[in-house]
């Protein structure tokens, strides 16, 4: 499956900003989907995943309460709301399609090279 993330830009500490991956395939109702980011000199790390059905989520420690992952199956299209922006939010922000059916909670601890598909990665910069 074929991503396409969207939605990154400049904006201050404390707003909000909504990033969305598009999916190519129908079989994107199948997938497990997930958003990693990467900062400047840092790995990429986990930051909310969603099951297929949208069920169940699970998000990483640091933006709990402050980020919902979200998606509409009959757009091909999953959704990271983020709200209270901080600037240690700033980075390259990845879609990625886990496996059919993978649960939200297994994809927050999957290894990297388990996902079948990226997307190109979208910017945000968090900064006054």
């Known amino acids: 499956v074929q991503l396409q993330a969207s939605g990154g830009g400049l904006v201050q500490p404390g707003a909000s900003l909504r990033l969305s991956c598009a999916a190519s395939e129908r079989t994107f109702n199948t997938y497990g989907m997930s958003w990693f980011r990467q900062a400047p000199g840092k790995e990429r790390e986990f930051v909310a995943a969603?099951?297929?059905?949208?069920?169940?989520?699970s998000y990483a420690d640091s933006v709990k309460g402050r980020f919902t992952i979200s998606r509409d199956n009959a757009k091909n299209t999953v959704y990271l709301q983020m709200n209270s922006l901080k600037p240690e939010d700033t980075a390259i922000y990845y879609c990625?399609?886990?496996?059919?059916?993978?649960?939200?909670?297994?994809?927050?601890?999957?290894?990297?090279?388990?996902?079948?598909?990226w997307g190109q990665g979208t910017l945000v910069t968090v900064s006054s």
């Open positions: 969603i099951n297929w059905n949208g069920g169940t989520t």
């Open positions: 990625a399609a886990a496996k059919p059916f993978a649960t939200a909670q297994a994809m927050g601890v999957m290894p990297l090279n388990s996902f079948a598909s």
